[in-house]
């Protein structure tokens, strides 16, 4: 391509036809010979008469000037002019494309593919070989392919929620010979990334391209002083910088929503941000993440497990403190080991079972009274934990002696076990390792944990099963029951130095951590993860949203432990992760993690991923020069004088009137207009594309579907709008037709802020590709590609093809596919809950409240829905009978989707109707 500064030629040789423009010149400028002057008396007859038609001697300077600009205009045409071409890639061997792949990578990865797919294109029509490779896959051989051939595996690539596990093996399996590298990088220096970059720069032309934002991530928050402490990374290290960090969780209807919000401050030159959030605990514990707001990446999102909530913790004695003997209270260690992470309740059961302890401990309580005793019973049923520590008292009585009591786990054995002491001929007793299944597998027993007295367990059968912790002698030192949906634990020994010196040791905070009892502040160790299965909970992608887990094995405590430190890896993403009896977060930046930033081989060319817009101006000057040519018809005309003054200024309007961009009738309406028209009625509205025929098809789309609402339901719209999402107000029409054109504008910030807050408030938005017929959607026609641009911005759920039992199926019409003018194509709507479960005699699932914000598709609905001003379809629809029935298969998904979003998910509710029926049978 032949370059004059910003302006490029695809076939420079045709400007040579501009050498000819002088010679047009002179020839349009040439005259004939003046004519002879011969004096004729007749000539005077001849005296005032005027000719209907004038001729000029000679063509105007301007109207000359005129035609060589329209030939010069064609000439440049079709010489291929391209504003701002992409630089060419030197080389001519093969080219191996690298995509970090990354977490980082995911708040642009669309321009990223994008940079890739320009130089595999470019590769492509270089006749290169090309090869592409996602550093965070598994090294695997690389293979030069050709361009066409690695295409559609770069738009099918995404990014990982991890690092690159293994860089440096990815030089072990490089093809033989010299080759050009073009490396897309998230800046960050990862493990092994020097060598391998080293390794390539020996190999042939290294270049690098990676992006201009700093990189922003965020640490676990941590509890510490009474406040929540935030920690935000950045890389590299900038000019002083605010962002706000989001707290996440469910409100008390169950809804996530952002609970609270605080600013945290980047210092000049710092990479570092410190903020602290004060929140009451009941909001405290509801959390379940924090998110720097705007940044879509996994790594600027902490998801929090048990490590930041605040427990509440209900303590009772069963008998009270001795002045002056304070180590001796019953609940002394309790209170020292619980204060710092718990909110700790005291008084009667009566006084704090209202107040929803999470535990409720008592400490050598032997009975309760009758109300106390069934109070507490129903809390354990409904989930509580009620851990009983035994003493004096409890060996004295003879609760649970004959028969095992609700309330406890075993039955007990008449008095005590002295196994050491004065009184004793035994030596005191030391802990057995903890079995497997027990909640305290994994923790090291130290040697200087003893037991001198204990209560012991009836031999009954169950006792091996509820058995979780024994001494070396075998005998039962920690039991547990499952009661309802809570359980009931018993400590066979005081809760004070009395019978144990095991309150005095690191274990006994261990022990209660494993029992969920407490939960402390800095997360959990690896010690405390090792020896328990974690089963992943909820998973999170690349971008930050959460992923349901689904039937993934368990992981060693371990294995979960090594990740904590060096990170999540392919097999085990980021997330949550449940045990026994508490959760664990796993996220993509640890507590300790540090962002550095990626140094390259001297010599190493970086540079941004912002590409310079191609416009190809071959179609507009060709239009210019046709509109140059009807104007030089024009003038020629009127120098001639066979354009009357009048002719002439009907002649201009209609020229004008060619090319002037038509408007549409609502594009004038003032706002109040505007609004009055929108809001009148029940109005069904469709996004202008700029492209004309788009919006027309997509007009006549909706006043075809509005035809069949009048027709067959009680809902009458009036003929639908255009509306411009920049400008116009969308909260006045409850459903929006998007039609994807692959040349579009992306949305501004404002317009997005518009669309987020419009589907966010019950709109619905109805994505359709248009490309059912080549791709479908998530294909990799121009048309999805440009979708996942414009998708990248707006605030969409969790999505999926649509099920059988969704509410779309059955709104008004039961469905079972869902065609417009094309067929096949996948529909995509909000995914169902995990816990939407099919009720007793209904064929199908409880998705109340689940009506879908967007629906995404590329069956081209409007083509089959569209009518012209007489009522008559416009486009064709398949062939014969199977046409009309697949156009009034869509139609009847235009009537369901209009009377799901009016009408919400009432055809749902009929699974509460057999409660109904017994409630009123009751």
């Known amino acids: 391509m032949w370059m004059i500064g910003p302006l490029g030629f695809a076939v420079p040789w045709l400007l040579v036809g501009l050498l000819a423009l002088p010679v047009l010149w002179f020839l349009l400028r040439a005259v004939p010979p003046a004519p002879i002057r011969r004096r004729f008396p007749g000539v005077a007859l001849l005296l005032g008469l005027t000719d209907d038609e004038v001729e000029t001697d000679r063509t105007p300077w301007w109207l000359l000037l005129l035609r060589m600009v329209a030939v010069a205009a064609a000439i440049l045409a079709f010489a291929g002019p391209v504003l701002n071409p992409r630089p060419e890639q030197p080389g001519t061997g093969p080219l191996l494309v690298l995509l970090d792949g990354t977490w980082a990578d995911a708040r642009d990865w669309t321009r990223r593919v994008d940079r890739a797919a320009a130089a595999v294109e470019e590769a492509g029509r270089s006749g290169r070989p090309v090869a592409v490779v996602r550093l965070t896959d598994q090294p695997q051989a690389v293979v030069f392919q050709t361009a066409q051939d690695?295409?559609?595996?770069?738009?099918?690539?995404?990014?990982?929620?991890?690092?690159?596990?293994?860089?440096?093996?990815?030089?072990?399996?490089?093809?033989?010979?010299?080759?050009?590298?073009?490396?897309?990088?998230?800046?960050?220096?990862?493990?092994?990334?020097?060598?391998?970059?080293?390794?390539?720069?020996?190999?042939?032309?290294?270049?690098?391209?990676?992006?201009?934002?700093?990189?922003?991530?965020?640490?676990?928050?941590?509890?510490?002083?009474?406040?929540?402490?935030?920690?935000?990374?950045?890389?590299?290290?900038?000019?002083?910088?605010?962002?706000?960090?989001?707290?996440?969780?469910?409100?008390?209807?169950?809804?996530?929503?952002?609970?609270?919000?605080?600013?945290?401050?980047?210092?000049?030159?710092?990479?570092?941000?410190?903020?602290?959030?004060?929140?009451?605990?009941?909001?405290?514990?509801?959390?379940?993440?924090?998110?720097?707001?705007?940044?879509?990446?996994?790594?600027?999102?902490?998801?929090?497990d048990d490590s930041l909530k605040r427990r509440k913790i209900a303590l009772m004695a069963g008998r009270e403190d001795r002045e002056g003997l304070q180590l001796l209270s019953p609940t002394h260690y309790l209170r020292q080991?619980?204060?710092?992470?718990?909110?700790?309740?005291?008084?009667?059961?009566?006084?704090?079972?209202?107040?929803?302890?999470?535990?409720?401990?008592?400490?050598?309580?032997?009975?309760?009274?009758?109300?106390?005793?069934?109070?507490?019973?129903?809390?354990?049923?409904?989930?509580?934990?009620?851990?009983?520590?035994?003493?004096?008292?409890?060996?004295?009585?003879?609760?649970?002696?004959?028969?095992?009591?609700?309330?406890?786990?075993?039955?007990?054995?008449?008095?005590?076990?002295?196994?050491?002491?004065?009184?004793?001929?035994?030596?005191?007793?030391?802990?057995?390792?903890?079995?497997?299944?027990?909640?305290?597998?994994?923790?090291?027993?130290?040697?200087?944990?003893?037991?001198?007295?204990?209560?012991?367990?009836?031999?009954?059968?169950?006792?091996?099963?509820?058995?979780?912790?024994?001494?070396?002698?075998?005998?039962?030192?920690?039991?547990?029951?499952?009661?309802?949906?809570?359980?009931?634990?018993?400590?066979?020994?005081?809760?004070?130095?009395?019978?144990?010196?095991?309150?005095?040791?690191?274990?006994?905070?261990?022990?209660?951590?494993?029992?969920?009892?407490?939960?402390?502040?800095?997360?959990?160790?690896?010690?405390?993860?090792?020896?328990?299965?974690?089963?992943?909970?909820?998973?999170?992608?690349?971008?930050?949203?959460?992923?349901?887990?689904?039937?993934?094995?368990?992981?060693?405590?371990?294995?979960?432990?090594?990740?904590?430190?060096?990170?999540?890896?392919?097999?085990?993403?980021?997330?949550?992760?449940?045990?026994?009896?508490?959760?664990?977060?796993?996220?993509?930046?640890?507590?300790?993690?540090?962002?550095?930033?990626?140094?390259?081989?001297?010599?190493?060319?970086?540079?941004?991923?912002?590409?310079?817009?191609?416009?190809?101006?071959?179609?507009?000057?060709?239009?210019?020069a046709?509109?140059?040519?009807?104007?030089?018809?024009?003038?020629?005309?009127?120098?001639?004088?066979?354009?009357?003054?009048?002719?002439?200024?009907?002649?201009?309007?209609?020229?004008?009137?060619?090319?002037?961009?038509?408007?549409?009738?609502?594009?004038?309406?003032?706002?109040?207009?505007?609004?009055?028209?929108?809001?009148?009625?029940?109005?069904?509205?469709?996004?202008?594309?700029?492209?004309?025929?788009?919006?027309?098809?997509?007009?006549?789309?909706?006043?075809?579907?509005?035809?069949?609402l009048w027709e067959r339901t009680s809902i009458e719209p009036e003929p639908p709008m255009g509306v411009d999402i920049e400008r116009d107000e969308l909260a006045f029409f409850p459903f929006l037709y998007w039609p994807i054109t692959d040349d579009q504008t992306l949305p501004s910030a404002a317009a997005y802020a518009k669309l987020n807050a419009y589907l966010r408030t019950g709109g619905m938005i109805l994505f359709d590709t248009r490309d059912g017929d080549v791709a479908g959607f998530g294909g990799t026609s121009p048309e999805a590609r440009h979708l996942q641009r414009i998708a990248a911005g707006l605030d969409i759920p969790p999505l999926e093809p649509i099920p059988a039992d969704h509410v779309l199926t059955r709104t008004f019409y039961l469905l079972q596919d869902f065609p417009g003018r094309h067929v096949g194509a996948p529909v995509w709507v909000e995914a169902a809950p995990p816990d939407a479960e099919q009720a007793e005699g209904m064929p199908f699932r409880n998705l109340n409240d689940g009506v879908t914000p967007v629906v995404i598709g590329g069956n081209d609905w409007a083509a089959a829905w569209a009518v012209d001003d007489n009522g008559v379809a416009m486009f064709p629809v398949g062939r014969g009978y199977a046409g009309e029935r697949q156009r009034e298969m869509a139609n009847r998904f235009g009537v369901n989707l209009v009377m799901h979003v009016l009408t919400g998910n009432y055809k749902s509710d009929q699974v509460h109707v057999p409660a109904l029926l017994e409630r009123l049978g009751q």
């Open 150 to 304: 690695v295409a559609g595996r770069l738009a099918a690539l995404s990014p990982a929620p991890y690092a690159p596990a293994d860089m440096p093996a990815w030089a072990d399996v490089l093809p033989e010979g010299n080759f050009d590298s073009f490396w897309l990088t998230d800046g960050l220096d990862h493990p092994g990334r020097a060598a391998l970059a080293d390794t390539l720069a020996d190999r042939g032309r290294l270049a690098v391209m990676q992006g201009a934002a700093p990189v922003l991530a965020l640490r676990p928050a941590t509890f510490a002083d009474g406040a929540v402490q935030l920690t935000a990374l950045r890389q590299p290290a900038g000019p002083a910088l605010e962002v706000e960090v989001a707290a996440r969780g469910p409100d008390p209807s169950g809804i996530d929503r952002e609970l609270a919000r605080a600013t945290l401050a980047f210092d000049g030159g710092a990479t570092e941000g410190k903020a602290a959030l004060s929140l009451p605990p009941e909001l405290r514990n509801r959390i379940t993440r924090f998110e720097i707001a705007g940044i879509r990446s996994a790594g600027a999102v902490s998801l929090t």
């Open 337 to 624: 080991a619980l204060a710092p992470t718990a909110d700790l309740l005291e008084g009667g059961l009566a006084d704090v079972l209202p107040a929803g302890p999470d535990v409720v401990i008592l400490a050598d309580v032997a009975r309760l009274a009758e109300t106390e005793e069934t109070a507490l019973t129903e809390w354990v049923e409904k989930g509580g934990l009620l851990l009983r520590f035994a003493g004096p008292v409890m060996a004295a009585s003879d609760v649970s002696r004959v028969t095992e009591d609700a309330l406890m786990p075993v039955r007990l054995r008449e008095g005590g076990r002295t196994v050491g002491g004065a009184m004793s001929w035994g030596e005191p007793k030391t802990l057995a390792p903890f079995p497997e299944g027990s909640p305290f597998h994994g923790l090291a027993v130290p040697a200087e944990v003893t037991v001198t007295s204990q209560v012991l367990a009836q031999p009954d059968p169950e006792l091996t099963e509820r058995t979780i912790a024994a001494l070396a002698d075998g005998t039962p030192l920690v039991t547990r029951k499952v009661l309802g949906a809570g359980q009931v634990v018993l400590v066979h020994v005081t809760a004070n130095a009395e019978w144990s010196n095991l309150p005095l040791s690191g274990l006994f905070l261990q022990m209660l951590e494993r029992l969920a009892v407490s939960t402390r502040p800095g997360g959990m160790g690896a010690a405390d993860l090792v020896g328990q299965v974690w089963v992943p909970d909820m998973a999170l992608d690349a971008w930050g949203q959460a992923l349901d887990a689904g039937t993934v094995a368990g992981v060693d405590g371990a294995v979960l432990a090594e990740a904590m430190v060096k990170g999540p890896r392919t097999d085990l993403p980021p997330g949550l992760y449940a045990g026994a009896d508490r959760r664990v977060a796993l996220n993509v930046i640890g507590a300790d993690a540090v962002l550095t930033r990626a140094s390259w081989p001297t010599g190493t060319a970086v540079e941004g991923l912002d590409m310079q817009t191609e416009r190809p101006l071959k179609w507009a000057l060709l239009i210019g």
């Open 626 to 708: 046709l509109t140059l040519l009807l104007v030089d018809i024009l003038a020629a005309l009127a120098v001639s004088g066979r354009l009357s003054r009048l002719g002439r200024g009907i002649a201009v309007i209609a020229a004008l009137g060619i090319f002037a961009p038509q408007a549409k009738a609502q594009d004038e309406l003032p706002l109040d207009d505007f609004a009055i028209q929108a809001t009148s009625a029940v109005v069904l509205a469709h996004v202008m594309t700029g492209n004309p025929q788009v919006d027309d098809i997509a007009e006549a789309g909706l006043r075809g579907l509005g035809d069949r």
